[in-house]
Nanobody
Framework: QVQLVESGGGLVQAGGSLGLSCTAS????????MGWYRQAPGKQRELVAA???????DYVDSVKDRFTISRDSTKNTVYLQMNSLKSEDTAVYYC???????????????WGQGTQVTVSS
C-alpha cells in the first residue's frame, strides 16, 4: 500500500505565504500526475493545481500567478507554494497522486490526509 503524507499548512495573515508538501512512500510503485485539491467549509472539493509526469502544470483561475506547483519525482514528492494568500484560500488542502503499482499491475488515485490552511484577514 502506498501512503501519502502531507506537511505544511497552518495559520497565516492575508498577503503571506505558505508551502505544502506531500510525499508518497511504499514499494514497487510509480507516480503519474500529481495535484492539490482544497475543500472549504460548506463547499465541494476543488482542484487547485496539477502537474503531469512530464511537468506540465495547470491551475484554477483563482490561484494563477499566486500559487506554484512543482514536483520532485526522485522523491515522489509534490509541492505547493502559496503566495499572496487571501482569506478565500482558507480550506483543507489535499494532495492527490496517480499511483501505478507495478506487480500486480494496477492504477488508482491516492489521497493525502489533508492539512488545514487558514488565512486571517
Amino acid at each position: 500500500q502506498v501512503q501519502l503524507v502531507e506537511s505544511g499548512g497552518g495559520l497565516v495573515q492575508a498577503g503571506g505565504s505558505l508551502g505544502l508538501s506531500c510525499t508518497a512512500s511504499g514499494r514497487g510503485f510509480m507516480i503519474n500526475a500529481m495535484g492539490w485539491y482544497r475543500q472549504a467549509p460548506g463547499k465541494q472539493r476543488e482542484l487547485v493545481a496539477a502537474i503531469a509526469a512530464g511537468g506540465n502544470t495547470d491551475y484554477v483561475d483563482s490561484v494563477k500567478d499566486r500559487f506554484t506547483i512543482s514536483r520532485d519525482s526522485t522523491k515522489n514528492t509534490v509541492y505547493l507554494q502559496m503566495n499572496s494568500l487571501k482569506s478565500e484560500d482558507t480550506a483543507v488542502y489535499y494532495c492527490k497522486m496517480g499511483i501505478v503499482i507495478l506487480v500486480p499491475f494496477r492504477k488508482y488515485d491516492g489521497w493525502g490526509q489533508g492539512t488545514q490552511v487558514t488565512v486571517s484577514s
